[in-house]
């Protein structure tokens, strides 16, 4: 079992352009949840997905973010028109079943933004 | 909102001697209270967790202890070595498990040998 995959591991953009961040779960996990880490700060939780549905997206900013857990393939994250301030590290987390005790960490995206 | 306030944000100790890192929460109805270290440019690991239901746990030379009145819980972690060296979050989950978790802002721990 190779843990949580996420991809790319650094990912830079310009202002205005889009990124997509790829979380790929732990074998046999259908819960994937994503956070966002700014320098200095602690995780702040952003969405929880199971396959094909968002169950919780109260920490997603209102526009330019989405989130995604199709069926087949990894969840992604996707930014549109991306600021400066976007610039963080963004962390998902899979777990078997929705008790946080057994969510596990990737490595974590780093997008920053010039 | 709700919120989780950890302290301190940084701590320097000997090696050998032991640190508590101590966190107070906001909402009522949190009932899980993990613990995670992170290295520098490294994931988030668990490192222990507690329920609501015990005051106390304990796995080697790590512990917490939760205080489910004045809703506050503490890591501590006796005989320090270097390789403890790193931040640690606390967080606690925001209405009950089924909820999300709210991290603390980190406390960076510096064991010196």
């Known amino acids: 079992n190779a843990g949580v995959m996420q991809n790319p591991r650094h990912l830079v953009r310009r202002r205005g352009q889009e990124a997509r961040l790829r979380c790929s779960p732990m074998?046999?996990?259908?819960?994937v949840y994503w956070y966002r880490q700014l320098p200095e700060e602690g995780l702040k939780f952003m969405v929880y997905?199971?396959?094909?549905?968002?169950?919780?997206e109260s920490g997603m900013p209102k526009e330019r973010f989405s989130a995604e857990f199709p069926k087949e393939g990894p969840s992604i994250l996707r930014i549109q028109q991306v600021v400066r301030g976007d610039s963080a590290a963004y962390f998902c987390?899979?777990?078997?079943?929705?008790?946080?005790?057994?969510?596990?960490f990737g490595q974590g995206t780093r997008l920053t933004v010039v | 909102g709700e919120n989780v306030e950890q302290h301190p944000s940084t701590l320097s100790v000997q090696e050998g001697d032991s640190a508590v890192i101590k966190c107070t929460y906001s909402?009522?109805?949190?009932?899980?209270f993990p613990w995670y270290k992170q290295e520098l440019g490294k994931r988030p690991q668990l490192i222990i967790d507690i329920r609501s239901n015990v005051g106390e746990k304990k796995d080697q030379r790590i512990a917490v202890t939760l205080n489910k009145t004045a809703k506050h819980f503490s890591l501590h972690i006796t005989e320090t070595q270097p390789e403890d060296s790193a931040v640690y979050f606390c967080?606690?989950?925001?209405?009950?498990?089924?909820?999300?978790?709210?991290f603390g802002k980190g406390t960076k721990l510096s064991v010196k040998p």
């Open positions: 074998k046999g996990h259908s819960h």
């Open positions: 909402d009522s109805a949190s009932n899980y």
């Open positions: 997905l199971q396959k094909e549905n968002i169950i919780d």
């Open positions: 967080a606690a989950s925001i209405g009950g498990s089924q909820g999300n978790l709210i």
């Open positions: 987390a899979s777990s078997p079943t929705s008790d946080r005790a057994e969510a596990f």
